[in-house]
């Protein structure tokens, strides 16, 4: 399984970006998908997250620093999720990675990175 993560960029603060991320490969099923980002000399953080959404409404989750300027969202038809940021700040200049849970057809889970896509918000 190949996580295939696009959209970064550079932009000025308050502009928007849309990240893309795909799964592809043998799989059942993907679960819970999600954005990490990684800005230099930090840690890796949780950025959104959302269920699959097949035994659930696709339940969302947000860091506390995006909540009500980014948005996540995704295709279950297509494996995607996509990660919709507004009224971007300094701040989340980072790289940012997406992460699948999948089910794998044998029944066994396991979690997938993304190659991780750069965004640069300048002030």
């Known amino acids: 399984v190949q996580l295939q993560a696009s959209g970064g960029g550079s932009v000025q603060a308050g502009g928007s970006l849309r990240l893309s991320c795909a799964a592809s490969?043998?799989?059942?099923?993907?679960?819970?998908m999600g954005w990490y980002r990684q800005a230099p000399g930090k840690q890796r953080e949780l950025v959104a997250f959302?269920?699959?959404?097949?035994?659930?409404?696709?339940?969302?989750n947000y860091a506390d620093s995006v909540k009500g300027r980014f948005t996540i969202s995704r295709d279950n038809a297509k494996n995607m999720v996509y990660l919709q940021m507004n009224s971007l700040k300094p701040d989340d200049t980072a790289v940012y990675y997406c992460n699948a849970a999948v089910t794998a057809t044998w029944g066994s889970r396991y979690n997938y990175w993304g190659q991780g896509t750069l965004v640069t918000v300048s002030s």
């Open positions: 959302i269920t699959s959404g097949i035994t659930s409404n696709g339940s969302t």
């Open positions: 490969g043998s799989m059942y099923r993907v679960n819970g």
